[in-house]
């Protein structure tokens, strides 16, 4: 090695190795270093610098001494040098020289002996360059490459390679040795060249598939063509969406806009996805029965039968469509219009518990209209998108379930049933509720507006029905926008009823028995109501019906089912009274709740604890007003304590009251009326008369407040065999929804104080110590 003192100039991010000559653009540093360099020779020899890489900041160890041949300006006239490199160069210490550059003391490396095996791979080099070059074409290259003789030389000349990378060139650079350079190159070339072969074969057939598909839309083109000079065009024309609007009776501001959409479709080719879009948003819109509404049946009475023929009771929901009828045949008798106008339709909420008949009212309401019926499940919904649709720009849109029940209809003026309402929910994805406002509003859906369609939808004249379960998870200004018919429930006698005229030919017939085969008695009937299934409905009344009559079916016929027959059809009675039962020690009340399966009684029990500091415990999986309640009875009956004869001691004793059933949520003000009475029954050791029920908000002075759910509330203590019930006197008015019969088999007592509960309701001192005698 030999050792000279020479300016360093570093390029970033370029290597430059053993003969290559190479233009340079002069910046600070490298005139600085260029400068330095031809100060320090005299002027007819060329000066030297060393050339060293410096990747991402980093310094190399070694550089290339380069002579600086000459010193110019680009074409666009910054100044630079033309640079032609040396040998290579390992960079020592710091040195002082002229000039602003930085010196080094450069130790240039010796050219290593040429072995055999260096020629080897220098040959197998070649050849695989020479490959590279072909794929490139670049004939002219392939001859200089040729006609390198050295190995050293050969190796050096992959500083011109493109397809590595810096960083391997310079660890060409800092491999001295040439049959290790060689040795590097050949093991890069052939990866350069397999993934050429990859990348080359990827190219060809994604070539091909362009070629093939512009091949198949040229010859489409040329057999549309060949078919429309022959006359064998497709015969309905279903591709030919300009003809089938204007032949479609459309409304203006929808056939507009359909057109627009036909002139895009007719502007686009068919690999532009937009196309298929645009053909499913006009087969949407081409499918919906824009102008066809269906003839409404006037007959008032004709329209009457088929409910009643449909179902039992129900009074005030055939009454509303009844009146709804009639309003509509008083129109065009007078030749108003009653189809599109505003607030012309309709929306009415049918609320009750299960099994009571709402979903099967709204096909009898659209078999007594005459019109087409769509049920359309809202329970569980959670996504706006399933009431207004998606954006046409989501992949996979579809219009809203409103607009899909009316294509399903094929009218404009269906009959409607959205089922569940109260069960809609609402997460991330928005608010079904909200999106049902503007359906559900007279005022406002004769312009409903779907994301997909985005044209204006007259929804005025369809017959909405709604149904429920509960009203308290409904918004309140959706309920708002409803007309609330609620079905609280069937009396015994009604249930006995449905199931005579309506459940038992349906199950005879799905057993594949007739009347004639087996028969069943309305002692039997009124037995599986009343001891059997204790339900607002007829749900469990029905299965239990299926399950006698499959059973029956398996015995001889003809076979009479009555009430001793039961047990072994149907298995034991499920329900017994046990108000007297539960109510024979004191502390013991029976209160009436309202819940989603609808009306109950509710048994409130009290008992006083051990200990001398007062206090309350509630039980019960119990909500925050319930609570409260309890809070208030022990405050109203404490304060009265000498007027209600409770010993003082007892009042410092705490006291734990319990509502069984604790796997079932409860909540709500009308148990307070029952919570004073258990307290004062446990504090007085009087105990409430068995067949007593009673429901009532409690204030601090012991006014009973009004409460709902009266008619299920009566419907339940009937059930459970009361025979009396305090209501509040607010209440009174209530009273005139509850059928006859249940008002015949109870003795509803109105009070205004819950003292004269206490006064009825709990047993006199005398009769309770005979009791417990």
């Not at 007739?514 to 749900?539: F, H, M, Q, W």
């Amino acid at each position: 090695m030999t050792s000279k003192k020479l300016p360093v100039l570093f390029l970033d991010d370029l290597v430059l190795l053993p003969g290559m000559v190479v233009p340079i653009e002069l910046g600070d540093s490298a005139r600085a270093a260029v400068d330095a360099a031809r100060a320090a020779v005299e002027a007819e020899s060329a000066p030297e610098i060393l050339v060293a890489p410096r990747l991402d900041g980093a310094y190399a160890s070694y550089g290339v001494v380069a002579e600086v041949e000459k010193v110019g300006r680009f074409r666009g006239g910054a100044p630079a040098a033309v640079l032609r490199t040396g040998a290579r160069a390992r960079i020592g210490s710091g040195v002082t020289g002229p000039g602003a550059a930085l010196w080094v003391e450069a130790e240039t490396v010796e050219a290593v002996p040429v072995t055999d095996e260096a020629r080897s791979l220098a040959e197998d080099y070649r050849k695989l360059v020479v490959a590279v070059l072909q794929r490139r074409e670049a004939w002219q290259i392939i001859d200089s490459v040729s006609a390198i003789d050295d190995p050293d030389a050969l190796a050096d000349s992959a500083g011109w390679a493109p397809y590595l990378s810096v960083e391997r060139k310079q660890q060409l650079l800092e491999t001295p040795d040439t049959a290790k350079r060689l040795r590097l190159l050949v093991e890069w070339t052939q990866a350069h060249l397999a993934e050429t072969e990859v990348n080359d074969k990827i190219e060809a057939d994604v070539r091909d598939s362009l070629e093939k598909d512009q091949r198949e839309f040229l010859l489409r083109q040329q057999l549309a063509a060949i078919r429309k000079e022959l006359g064998e065009g497709e015969p309905d024309g279903s591709d030919d969406y300009r003809a089938r609007v204007e032949a479609a009776d459309l409304p203006d501001h929808v056939r507009d806009a359909a057109l627009r959409e036909v002139d895009k479709l007719e502007r686009s080719s068919d690999q532009n996805p937009e196309a298929g879009w645009i053909r499913t948003w006009l087969d949407t819109v081409l499918d919906l029965p824009w102008r066809v509404t269906t003839d409404d049946n006037t007959d008032i009475a004709a329209a009457r039968a088929v409910l009643d023929a449909d179902h039992h009771g129900l009074t005030e929901v055939k009454d509303r469509i009844v009146e709804y009828l009639a309003v509509r045949a008083r129109r065009t008798e007078r030749g108003l219009s009653v189809v599109g106008g505003r607030g012309s339709g309709a929306v009415v909420l049918l609320a009750g518990p299960p099994g009571v008949g709402k979903t099967s009212l709204g096909e009898s309401v659209a078999r007594s209209l005459g019109r087409t019926f769509v049920r359309v499940a809202l329970g569980g919904v959670r996504d706006e998108a399933e009431i207004r649709g998606h954006r046409r720009t989501y992949v996979g849109a579809l219009p809203g379930r409103i607009v899909r029940a009316v294509k399903e209809a094929g009218s404009m003026n269906p009959v409607v049933l959205l089922d569940e309402v109260d069960k809609v929910g609402s997460d991330f994805r928005g608010d079904p509720a909200s999106a049902l406002l503007e359906v559900l509003d007279p005022a406002q859906n004769h312009t409903f507006r779907d994301h997909y369609l985005e044209l204006d939808l007259d929804l005025s004249d369809v017959l909405f029905i709604a149904t429920a379960n509960v009203l308290e998870t409904i918004p309140p200004a959706l309920l708002d926008r409803m007309e609330l018919v609620t079905i609280d429930g069937y009396t015994e006698d009604e249930k006995v009823a449905i199931a005579r005229d309506f459940l038992v030919p349906r199950q005879l017939e799905r057993a594949a028995l007739t009347t004639e085969d087996v028969t069943i008695t309305d002692r039997a009937l009124r037995d599986i109501a009343a001891n059997y299934t204790r339900e607002a409905g007829v749900r469990s009344l029905e299965r239990l019906l299926a399950k006698a009559f499959r059973k029956a079916a398996l015995g001889e016929t003809p076979a009479v089912v009555d009430v001793d027959d039961l047990t072994d059809l149907v298995g034991r009675p499920r329900f017994t009274p046990e108000s007297r039962e539960r109510t024979a020690v004191p502390g013991v009340a029976t209160g009436l709740a309202v819940t989603g399966a609808g009306g109950d009684v509710l048994f409130v029990e009290a008992s006083l604890l051990p200990g001398d500091s007062p206090g309350l415990t509630l039980t019960g999986q119990l909500g925050d007003v319930m609570k409260e309640s309890g809070q208030i009875a022990l405050t109203w009956v404490r304060s009265h304590a000498d007027q209600l004869g409770i010993e003082p001691a007892l009042l410092d004793r705490p006291v734990h009251v319990h509502f069984p059933a604790g796997a079932v949520p409860k909540d709500g003000p009308s148990a307070g009326v029952t919570m004073t009475t258990a307290l004062v029954s446990l504090l007085t050791g009087r105990p409430v008369r068995a067949e007593v029920g009673m429901t009532g908000e409690v204030s601090l002075t012991g006014r009973a407040l009004p409460i709902g759910g009266v008619k299920q509330k009566l419907l339940a203590a009937q059930r459970a065999g009361l025979t009396e019930v305090f209501l509040p006197q607010r209440n009174g008015p209530d009273l005139d929804d509850v059928p006859a019969e249940v008002l015949e088999a109870l003795t509803v007592h109105l009070v205004s104080e819950v003292s004269e509960i206490l006064e009825k309701a709990i047993e006199p001192a005398g009769r309770a110590a005979d009791a417990a005698a």
